[in-house]
């Protein structure tokens, strides 16, 4: 008994076989085959459409055919580049080829449109190739989500989510590497959120780490553009990255994030609390400045500098400096910390 009269009554059950009647002429194709072939393939000759791959000679014959019975076979499709192995089989004045394609990889499936709902299911040998693609896939996807969450925890801050100080010191470096190529102005802020140690004191550890998501999610909302960075650089203390922007432009993002701080209170819905939080920000610019250079030691020492000069009470003050990083500012909200450290 053979599958050849099932392929026949059951067409759907076999996308890539056909049929061909004692003149070698094309009656009857698998609904898979059909899609590639198109529909003017059925009666077209045989010879027409494939060519021989195993055996490479084959009499244009159904006695030809009826040579290659309980051999493996494989023809080449002419239209496209896809081979199909399978069985020939001669039954009631027919020619039969129940096959499925010579497949390598999903991926050259997709690359001609074909899907695995296409293939054939009885098939035991492909099926188990098609499980072990499908599940080197699945394994592949999972491999890439680990190295994906991997790759997030080791560069973004677990608790507020904004990147940490590890990819801001790999950041800096590549934003001053192309400011020593395009001499494009680069800035940035640090942002210090005001009495945070008496809130946290008074409130409890739990309120203190609500009120640095919160703020760090303020803050990533005021600074606006998208390529400007926020990471979360230590403690309550947070760092402004500002690529392609000058003086001008930091104080003016400077004073939206003062402003935006202090016109309205962080909410804390699950602490129960509403507080108003204040922050301080200090700004550093580098401007090209002729054949001298920009360093990462050089940005550290010019916007550590203005944060342990008098502060004033209010506004912007920006200082004068030589050198390539040619001005430096401050907006205060509070004294700064008698040793604030900012090393890189």
């Known amino acids: 008994m053979t599958l050849a ?9 076999f996308p890539f076989h056909w049929v061909v009647d004692a003149d070698m002429v094309v009656t009857q194709l698998g609904v898979a085959l059909e899609r590639l072939l198109g529909e003017q393939a059925i009666g077209a000759p045989l010879q027409e459409l494939i060519s021989w791959r195993r055996p490479t000679a084959v009499d244009d ?12 076979a494989v023809l080449q499709l002419r239209q496209l580049p896809l081979q199909l192995k399978g069985e020939v089989l001669v039954d009631n004045g027919h020619g039969f080829f129940l096959g499925s394609p010579a497949v390598h990889s999903l991926e050259d499936l997709r690359q001609l449109g074909i899907g695995l709902a296409d293939m054939p299911r009885h098939d035991g040998l492909l099926d188990s190739v098609l499980r072990l693609q499908i599940n080197g896939l699945q394994l592949q ?6 190295t994906r969450e991997l790759t997030e925890l080791a ?11 590890r990819l801001f010191r790999r950041d800096i470096q590549a934003e001053l590497q192309q400011h020593r190529r395009l001499a494009a102005p680069l800035a940035l802020l640090m942002v210090d959120l005001d009495r945070f140690k008496q809130f946290n004191d008074t409130h409890g550890h739990l309120a203190g780490d609500a009120c640095l998501q919160a703020a760090a999610q303020r803050l990533v909302g005021l600074v606006g553009r998208g390529g400007d960075r926020v990471y979360r650089y230590g403690g309550e203390e947070f760092a402004v990255l500002l690529p392609h922007t000058d003086l001008a432009g930091a104080e003016a993002v ?3 994030v003062v402003h935006g701080f202090a016109s309205t209170p962080l909410a804390l ?11 301080s ?5 580098t401007e090209p400045a002729g054949d001298q250079p920009i360093s990462r030691v050089s940005l550290q020492a010019r916007r550590t500098q203005p944060l342990h000069q008098p502060w004033p009470q209010r506004g912007v003050k920006p200082s004068t400096a ?3 990083l040619a001005r430096c500012g401050y907006l205060p909200r509070r004294p700064p910390p008698s040793a604030l450290q900012m090393s890189l």
């Open 322 to 324: 030589s050198g390539p």
């Open 269 to 279: 819905p699950e602490q129960a609390l509403v507080s108003l939080i204040t922050v």
């Open 5 to 13: 009269p099932s392929a026949q009554r059951f067409p759907a059950l």
């Open 155 to 165: 560069t973004h801050d677990e608790l507020t989510g904004v990147a940490n100080r």
């Open 281 to 285: 920000v200090g700004i550093a610019c």
């Open 61 to 72: 014959s159904l006695e030809g055919l009826a040579r290659l019975s309980h051999r493996l």
């Open 254 to 256: 400077a004073e939206r």
């Open 141 to 146: 996807d999972e491999v890439l989500r680990r």
